[in-house]
Nanobody
Framework: QVQLVESGGGLVQAGGSLRLSCTAS????????MGWYRQGAGNQRELVAR???????FYGDSGKGRFTISRDNAKNTLYLQMNSLKPEDTAMYYC????????????WGQGTQVTVSS
């Protein structure tokens, strides 16, 4: 099992910034993908961005332009820098850890709430 602990969410005014963190512990593996997803009220969960353990980054439509994903493999920690936040960014943000060996297995964090006021 892999445990994920997210932090960094909160209430911010439009135009502000937040930095989310997600630390993985437990049965982590060297080959994996970590990513951020979000789910707003009444919406489906969507990909913000993900990054492989080798550093390949992919941004979903919601993460392009204002968000930057990064990771520190030595600390098993994932980050999401969010700038120029908009009210429509308000959502629960979830960290996902996908172990790729010995088989693809997904783990989710409990989520951290981001609320952007206008």
């Amino acid at each position: 099992q892999v445990q994920l602990v997210e932090s960094g969410g909160g209430l911010v005014q439009a135009g502000g910034s937040l930095r989310l963190s997600c630390t993985a512990s437990g049965s982590t593996v060297s080959i994996n993908v970590m990513g951020w997803y979000r789910q707003g009220a009444g919406n489906q969960r969507e990909l913000v961005a993900r990054v492989t353990s080798s550093g390949f980054i992919f941004y979903g439509d919601s993460g392009k332009g204002r968000f930057t994903i990064s990771r520190d493999n030595a600390k098993n920690t994932l980050y999401l820098q969010m700038n120029s936040l908009k009210p429509e960014d308000t959502a629960m943000y979830y960290c996902k850890y996908q172990a790729l060996v010995p088989r693809a297995t997904d783990y989710w964090g409990q989520g951290t709430q981001v609320t952007v006021s206008s």
